[in-house]
């Protein structure tokens, strides 16, 4: 692929930006060093460079995993607190990455980012059976009455069908780990309100056989890599 094409495929500005940034000499390409020709034509994959001194890989789509904080929209118009995309670098937003799922804004743990339309919809769709897993830290003890229920399916105003949860396990007295399937708005706080308790925090730990990695501080995100795609049902190579 053409060299300023390139760059402008991962977000990084448009064709005469990044045409310019190469020509004032702003980028280098692995041992190489500065390459000024923005018509240089190079093999995307594994291709590494960096934009004074910061490195960057081609990536053909963009999967990402955060840990969300408490307290940030996953909106791009957010109406009360920041939005989680002003976490990530300009770079990915002009890639039109959104979240896979929103989370509401007090829950925290693990959102995936994506900008592969195909991706979102494979985790998303209302057809497909994702399992999400949760912690939840209620308010009062959760006692075998409440776990039953969970486990039964409890009723919501929005649908006469009983909504359940596919695992509930306590974890300790107010502490329930719990996973469910469908993606529907507040679900989990209200499925445990119509237990007869109340969430006072949630945490996403799981999508799929996806685990939240632990090293991921609140805040923080990074690339996902092929391995950790196939667990989420997904098989792409990504350059890693
Ligand atoms: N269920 C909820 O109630 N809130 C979330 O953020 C996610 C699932």
Redesign the pocket.
Known sequence: MRFDQLLQSQGLGSRSECRRMIEYGRVTVGDMGFVRDPRSEFHVDGFRFSIDGCEHEFRRQVYIVMNKPAAYECSHRPDRYPSIFALLPPELIRRGVQAVG???SD?TGLLLLSDDGQFIHSLTSPNRTVT?C?EVLARHPVDDVQLGKLEAGVVLRDDPEPVRATQCERVSENVVRMS?TE?RY?????MVAASGNR?EH?R?LAIGGFELPSSLAPGAWRWLETAELKLLGWNAAVED
């Open positions: 929103r989370l509401d829950t999400k949760y469910v993606g507040h679900l989990v706080k209200r969430v949630l996403r």
